[in-house]
């Protein structure tokens, strides 16, 4: 990252941690630029190992973008961050993640409240077939919240910038917002829960340029209040809102015919689209993968 | 691989596309068959509609109405057809039938698509296979000579006592709760040193609370003089076990059919199991849970043998609203009129009642899916 992004992070810093609770004293210096550590993460579905000793650090208040070709195990390893593999029966991690300093695989960590602060958008919008309303207030009543879901619905399809088109028919069905519209919808729903992480699982491959644009002016909107990490097929997206970028690819061992998803590169994104350090990224990143 | 083309000509004829005139008489005889298949059953059911409908009329325009209503009970033979006497004790029996099917159908169809993993799933659906399977007449034995004595015997006798055990067993089962936080929490040395003394006064508590059930229990159970007589109640409880896999496997293909993807969301914005289960899955997937509950409505309401056996009563009644004494369903009312050599003899009209009876009960099923479908579009969480 460049100097001029540097310094008002530094300026923000401070206000920023005010506001949370649980940083009140402040973790120790390496720590500090760093939401998520992963460290030797491997995930297997049964037998298969899909993703083998990833490590990388994730900086806060910044977009990551995970990029790589289909199959190589992206969202796998997103979903490591908020232990939404818990959610496939057969599927195993192992290996460390630290959010916060604080290993989120610990057997005491509940997975329910890892994800009311780490946030997900998936692939295709998938709102509830509820009423706009009722779906950016699902999050805060399921936890608990009766009041002031008025003004959680409010701020959070605002910040999504989705309520100048919905606020005269909140009470319709989600339904019927078109594709981009369900999207956002999708972000409101999460930034509502008051998340301190979004993933996003290529949240803009449905959706056509203009939509695509709209999301790509709402994540940088957003990323004083979050860190953000998304995966994309899209070179030019990573290359336009991302400010690291982590490059993966599937290592295939013909030995014995598997295929398994390794880490390449991370860095920042302006070095890997500009000068990466490994060969296979920038095959890739030029387009001349394969 | 071989070579695939063929030598194609410059122009095609209609000729060469048409179907050969064998082919075409040989789909004509298929497409006709079928359709008779079809009428058949369409025939067979207007063909009932028509003789129930004709011979209802019959009853409808010449019974004694004022014998009808308000009369001792159901006495056919004597030409008297108080219909009080056989709608009530079918409403209870099919009310006490869902009590029992619908938490148990339901829990079942929520646990089996939302917690069960493969293991479990692959022994408990079959099983659930098999109670569907089992001969209603057993089940009528089984209401008959097991559930009567044991279960609604000692309620009837000593609804008081029955419901302190309950009421007990519920408040053994939440101590047993607390006990177990606070002796985790003890051993995890979570807490401070008072933990030692929480897990040892909540497992006091505990040996406490189940002695004074137990106690109650026994009291509640040596009390009563087994009897082998049937009630509404053992009928709609033997109803009730009949209709568990039906709810069960019909709410459970719904909630299957709700896309992963809402699961996936809500778990994402921190719902627990049970609050997806409740909150998305059984909203979205309510037509089909609404149709599982009509569908052992009709079943349960249509249900014969068990009442038949199990029910307290046959050929004629006094009225009853009690689930504890016998009474006669309009399914058992008919039955019992028809079966024995000497069917259907008696007052002139008491052949047409049967067929009356038989419009009541069609008719209550017709409402039943009329007001399902109304409710059903409504409420529908449509995905
Ligand atoms: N639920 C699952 N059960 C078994 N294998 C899975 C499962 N999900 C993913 N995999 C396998 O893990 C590997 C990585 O999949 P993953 O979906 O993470 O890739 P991806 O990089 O996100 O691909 P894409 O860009 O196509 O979305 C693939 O080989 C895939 O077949
Ligand atoms: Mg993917």
Request: charged letters at 20%.
């Amino acid at each position: 990252m460049s100097m001029t992004d540097e310094a008002p992070r530094l300026i923000e810093r401070p206000v920023a941690a005010a506001a949370e609770p649980q940083a009140a004293e402040p973790p120790p210096a390496a720590e500090r630029d760093v939401v998520f550590r992963s460290h030797d993460v491997n995930v297997y579905y049964g037998a298969f190992r899909a993703v083998r000793d990833v490590t990388f650090d994730v900086p806060k208040n910044e977009i990551m973008a995970l990029i790589g070709p289909s199959g190589c195990g992206k969202s796998t390893v997103l979903r490591c961050y908020n232990r939404m593999n818990d959610l496939i029966k057969d599927a195993r991690v192992t290996g460390a993640i630290t959010y916060r300093g604080t290993d989120l695989y610990d057997e005491r960590v509940d997975p329910v409240e890892v994800r009311r602060r780490i946030g997900m958008v998936f692939q295709k919008p998938n709102p509830f077939p509820k009423s706009i309303y009722d779906n950016v207030a699902y999050g805060p009543r399921v936890a608990g919240q009766k009041k002031g879901l008025d003004d959680v619905v409010e701020s959070s399809l605002r910040k999504a910038a989705l309520w100048e088109e919905v606020n005269d028919r909140l009470n319709d069905s989600a339904l019927g917002l078109s594709g981009g519209q369900q999207q956002r919808l999708c972000i409101a729903r999460a930034i509502a829960v008051g998340p301190d992480v979004l993933l996003m699982d290529e949240p803009c491959s449905a959706l056509d340029p203009i939509a695509t644009a709209r999301i790509e002016d709402l994540m940088q909107e957003i990323k004083q209040d979050y860190t953000i990490m998304i995966v994309t097929h899209n070179m030019q997206q990573a290359a336009r809102v991302s400010d690291t970028t982590a490059f993966f690819t599937a290592d295939v061992r013909s030995e014995n015919d598997t295929r398994t998803g390794i880490l390449v590169e991370v860095d920042t994104t302006q070095k890997m689209f500009s000068n990466p350090a490994d060969e296979r990224t920038e095959n890739y990143v030029t387009g001349r993968f394969g | 691989m071989t070579d695939m083309s063929v030598a194609y000509p410059e122009r095609l004829t209609v000729d060469q596309l048409q179907i050969a005139p064998s082919r075409r008489h040989r789909e004509a005889i298929i497409r006709y068959t079928l359709l008779v298949t079809a009428l058949v059953s369409v025939l067979v059911s207007a063909l009932i509609v028509w003789i129930l409908l004709r011979e209802a009329w019959t009853f409808i325009t010449e019974v004694v109405w004022a014998d009808t209503w308000g009369q001792q009970g159901w006495f056919p033979r004597r030409g008297l057809y108080d219909i009080p006497t056989i709608i009530v004790p079918s409403l209870i029996v099919t009310g006490i039938a869902m009590v029992v099917a619908g938490p148990l159908g339901l829990g079942a169809a929520v646990y089996l698509s939302e917690y069960a993993n493969r293991r479990v799933r692959s022994w408990l659906k079959p099983a659930l296979e098999i109670l569907a399977g089992i001969p209603s007449v057993v089940l009528g034995f089984f209401a008959l000579t097991w559930i009567a004595p044991n279960l609604v015997g000692p309620i009837g006798r000593n609804t008081f006592g029955v419901i302190g055990a309950v009421i007990l067993l519920g408040y053994a089962a939440v101590s047993a709760g607390i006990a177990k936080a606070k002796i985790k929490q003890y051993r995890e040395g979570v807490a401070d040193p008072s933990a030692r003394v929480g897990a040892v006064a909540s497992l006091a508590m505990l040996v406490a609370v189940f002695a004074v059930a137990g106690a109650w229990i026994l009291g509640v159970w040596l009390d009563f003089a087994p009897n082998n007589a049937g009630s509404l109640a053992a009928a709609g409880i033997g109803v009730g076990i009949l209709t568990i896999p039906l709810v069960a496997s019909i709410s459970e293909d719904a909630m299957a059919a709700v896309p992963d993807s809402l699961r996936e969301a809500s778990a994402g914005l921190g719902a627990r199991k049970m609050a997806t289960a409740t909150t998305v899955v059984l909203p979205a997937a309510i037509s089909g849970i609404v149709a599982a509950f009509i569908v052992a409505i009709s079943r349960a309401i249509g249900e014969t043998m068990v009442v038949f056996m199990a029910g307290g009563a046959a050929d004629a009644a006094r009225f009853t609203d009690s689930p504890f004494e016998g009474g006669l369903t309009m399914t058992a009312a008919i039955a019992s009129l028809a079966s024995g050599t000497d069917s259907v003899v008696g007052e002139g009209l008491t052949f047409q009642s049967l067929y009356f009876v038989g419009l009541l009960l069609f008719l209550f099923t017709l409402t039943l899916n009329i007001i399902a479908a109304r409710f059903v579009s409504k409420v529908r969480e449509a995905y």
